[in-house]
């Protein structure tokens, strides 16, 4: 038993020291970007989406295996295990609803053959409120007809709504967190696979919700078709129309973040090694970090901005590392300082 006292001291004991050290540089063509490694996992890790909390530390999935961990929010930080999901393979999708409860993607994707096993993809709730002393995890929903559930996002934050898109099926489900209810509720040409897909391609991947004049967009990238796109959405969290393309020529879009002002995303471009900063309005793009021809930002999975008032202009990324590839460098978590003062 608990009392209030009790846990308030159980979960504060953790005071994460934020130091500042030097840092390595990254130039591109034009301008210097500071990159700065926070974690490197080593070579047999692969990382995908990462989730920040409200207290600044990170939260990375892995996609060789079904594990959680936290990452400190600084150069050299360290890595805590948060979680095993027993039983399956891979994590994709990271959110927060309610203030550290946050909800993950777990399914049975192998990432040496890139096969999915049907039947077994779900979501976890993975209550974080006083970790490190312990953790709460229960299953929110299977979603057995599901193939490989990836990037996840708020919809209705207050109603515990959520998208999950389906990166192999083409679609993009609304969850509720707190019944377990789900349903389709994209579908679209622009999330679907291309005519040409293999039994191991992925399409729609990463997605997010923005409100621009008053509209509601859902946001999303298409891995294959190498597009992010929007559709606007009702109060339901249904497509109102057709989707539209935002931007199009990427090669291979994986995760995203718009900023406040809907003025840049940014964009993890899994192939070319990249993160990139598309401009919405000229639709220009400026490459952050990597090239298509250097392993040091091998295959970029995801980027999320930081919470913390010294970090939240802060972007941090992850790389997949190039797992099983002859240059791999492990899966990584990097931050670039102060993105929105890196000039177009
Ligand atoms: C990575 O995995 C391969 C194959 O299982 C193994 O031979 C190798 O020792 C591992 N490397 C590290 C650094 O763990
Ligand atoms: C996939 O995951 C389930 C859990 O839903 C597990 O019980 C099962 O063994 C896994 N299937 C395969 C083929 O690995
Ligand atoms: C999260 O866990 C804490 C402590 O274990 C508990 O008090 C709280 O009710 C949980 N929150 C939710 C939303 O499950
Ligand atoms: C869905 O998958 C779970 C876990 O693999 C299984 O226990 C359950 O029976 C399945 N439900 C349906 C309706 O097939
Ligand atoms: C998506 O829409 C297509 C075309 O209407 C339909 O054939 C397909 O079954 C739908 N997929 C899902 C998962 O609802
Ligand atoms: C499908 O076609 C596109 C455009 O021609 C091409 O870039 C892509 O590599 C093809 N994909 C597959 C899986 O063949």
């Known amino acids: 038993m608990h009392n209030t006292l009790l846990s308030i001291l159980l979960c504060s004991s953790l005071a994460v020291g934020f130091g500042h050290a030097v840092?390595?540089?990254?130039?591109?063509?034009?301008?210097?970007?500071?990159?700065?490694?926070?974690?490197?996992?080593?070579?047999n890790i692969s990382l995908e989406n990462l989730a920040v909390r409200k207290s600044g530390e990170i939260i990375v999935g892995l996609d060789n295996g079904p594990i959680l961990y936290q990452v400190e929010p600084k150069i050299k930080g360290s890595a805590s295990f948060i979680h095993s999901?027993?039983?399956?393979?891979?994590?994709?999708?990271?959110?927060?609803?309610?203030?550290?409860?946050?909800?993950?993607?777990?399914?049975?994707?192998?990432?040496?053959?890139?096969?999915?096993?049907?039947?077994?993809c779900a979501v976890y709730h993975v209550n974080m409120t006083c970790y490190p002393d312990h953790i709460v995890v229960d299953k929110v929903a299977n979603f057995n007809e599901s193939r490989i559930l990836n990037g996840m996002t708020v919809f209705n934050r207050e109603k515990g709504l959520v998208y999950v898109a389906d990166s192999r099926v083409g679609v993009v489900n609304l969850l509720n967190v707190y019944t377990g209810e789900h349903f389709v509720a994209i579908n679209d040409t622009l999330t679907n696979q291309p005519s040409n897909a293999t039994e191991i391609t992925n399409c729609v991947h990463g997605v997010h919700v923005f409100e621009s004049d008053g509209v509601k967009y859902l946001?999303?990238?298409?891995?294959a078709k190498g597009i992010i796109g929007r559709v606007a959405i009702d109060e339901k969290g249904l497509a109102k129309?057709?989707?539209?393309?935002?931007?199009?020529?990427?090669?291979?879009?994986?995760?995203f973040i718009l900023d406040k002002e809907g003025k840049y995303i940014y964009l993890a471009l899994f192939e070319s090694n990249e993160i990139i900063r598309i401009d919405t309005e000229t639709r220009d793009i400026k490459v952050l970090?990597?090239?298509?021809?250097?392993?040091?930002?091998?295959?970029?999975?995801?980027v999320e901005f930081g919470r913390l008032e010294k970090d939240k202009d802060d972007l941090y990324f992850s790389i997949n590392g190039g797992?099983?590839?002859?240059?791999?460098?492990?899966?990584?978590?990097?931050?670039?300082?102060?993105?929105?003062?890196?000039p177009a």
């Open 85 to 120: 999901f027993e039983n399956y393979f891979d994590i994709h999708g990271i959110t927060e609803v309610a203030p550290d409860q946050f909800y993950v993607t777990v399914g049975n994707l192998s990432l040496v053959t890139h096969i999915d096993v049907p039947g077994h």
């Open 219 to 223: 946001y999303f990238s298409n891995f």
């Open 289 to 302: 970090a990597g090239s298509s021809d250097s392993s040091t930002y091998k295959w970029a999975a995801a």
């Open 241 to 255: 129309g057709k989707a539209e393309i935002v931007i199009d020529n990427l090669d291979t879009p994986e995760d």
């Open 323 to 342: 797992f099983l590839e002859a240059d791999n460098v492990g899966g990584t978590v990097f931050r670039i300082p102060r993105v929105s003062d890196i």
């Open 23 to 43: 840092s390595h540089g990254k130039k591109d063509n034009s301008t210097s970007v500071v990159v700065e490694t926070i974690h490197n996992f080593g070579l």
